[in-house]
């Protein structure tokens, strides 16, 4: 295992002699291998960033690559399988695929039976694109269904007949997506798929709260020749909080069962706190946050995060394989057919994903799976909750700082910790002052209309009590600093 390093950026003269090294023009003849290498070894590599081997890199939600799945990883590199048709004769690779998928069904608490259609995707923003895909599909066909518009269901398919004809078949004047506090990957991927990114409307209380307003929420759904996507936030990026309660993904479900909508979950990292099921000591909050998202009809989850693996991984998770087959078909390539289908057989992730050829990017999710176990997971979930618990309750002890939303109390910190700093002279620049000492990395962002920073605890090797040392050390010394400076000032 290499040690972990001192700093999390490169500084500005490694960029700076990384930069003017770059090759300008594509070499005539080749520099050769010793040349090329060395040069990537000695220029590039140290104005690399450590946000994946270093557990005080906390933006974004990166995670780190563990050495297993790093290993797995260069196995993959090393056999170079195409995991796109299922070949049983051939190559094990989609059997392992389709084991890893299950065995993570297992860690986050879902019937892998339930999920027919599961897939690896490179990332969240992906498996987002799939579900609005699906869901995209399956109202449209479901609207035609309800008209009862006779024999033209078949018209109804957006995969067949395109968004157009089939929203004219189907009668529906207008598709949206109803959600709140949404990750910005969901108006891309309604960008994508030609529904609009204006089409994500908030249904947020106004309390400002995370949580739908259900009535608003009922009213929507109810609107005639509108059919709709329910996109639950399982885990606003922000703040890390849960956009929906138990009792109400039952009462979603409903609705959308009623009204013929689809419902997709974004759980990227949220939903991972449903390996804490079975623990008592869990916040209530918490809980009750990722409680009944079985109820989707489709699934988000990001691999290169919480299970940390190395990028690119995701997955998505839907229970309607044949909603998948229609979207996704590669139709008519004779030599890529496969067998017949079988309802247990594995089926050829070209027809049920984005992608033809693909990097065989369950290897290192196995990997994981196999050596850290249900166990291994929660031990490394419970440090890394603990240390965002213990960040936030040295903002909340601390006088320049505050823990945002105001008044949250460390209890319902997930692995995200929101906050800024009391003196507004001093927030403007937080995290660039914090990001400057190199010794932890802060994303910033804004929260209620101002600058706020961000805590985003995810790799794993993260070690609450030394951690929250050098945590302390930098916040401690920024906001020092800055009362000295405008001491000097006045
Ligand atoms: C990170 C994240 C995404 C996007 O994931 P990528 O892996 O970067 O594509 C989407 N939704 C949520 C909630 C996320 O946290």
Redesign the pocket.
Known sequence: MSPIPETVLPTSSQLDKARSSLVKTLPREGLGEQTALDHIRNDICPALNNSSKSPNYYG??TGGTTPAAAFADNLVTEFDQNAQVHLPNETITTDVEDRALSLLCELLDLEPADWKHKIFT???????ILGLACGRQYIIEEAARRNDSNCILFKASVAQSGLMQAMRYAEVDDIRILTTVP????AKAASILGLGRDAVKLFGRKDKSHKFDMTLLEYELSKHKIASIVAI?????NTGFYATTGAEMSKIRKLCNQYGAWLHV?????LMARILNSDPSSSTSILDGVANIELADSI?G?G??LLNVPY?C?FFFSRHPGIGLEVFQNQGAAYLCTSPVDDNAIISPLNIGLENSRRFRALPVYANLLIYGEEGYRKMLWEQMELAQRIAEFISNHEGYEVLPKGNHPDNVFIVVLFKAKDETLNDVLVTRINETSKIYVSGTVWDGEKACRFAVSNWQADAEKDIKIIGDVLERVHADFLVNSLRGS
Do not use: E, R
């Open positions: 974004f939600v490179t990332g969240a923003t992906a498996s987002n990750h910005s990957s969901l936030s399982c885990g606003d990026v974004d759980g990227a990292f949220g988000t990001d290169h995060k690119d995701g």
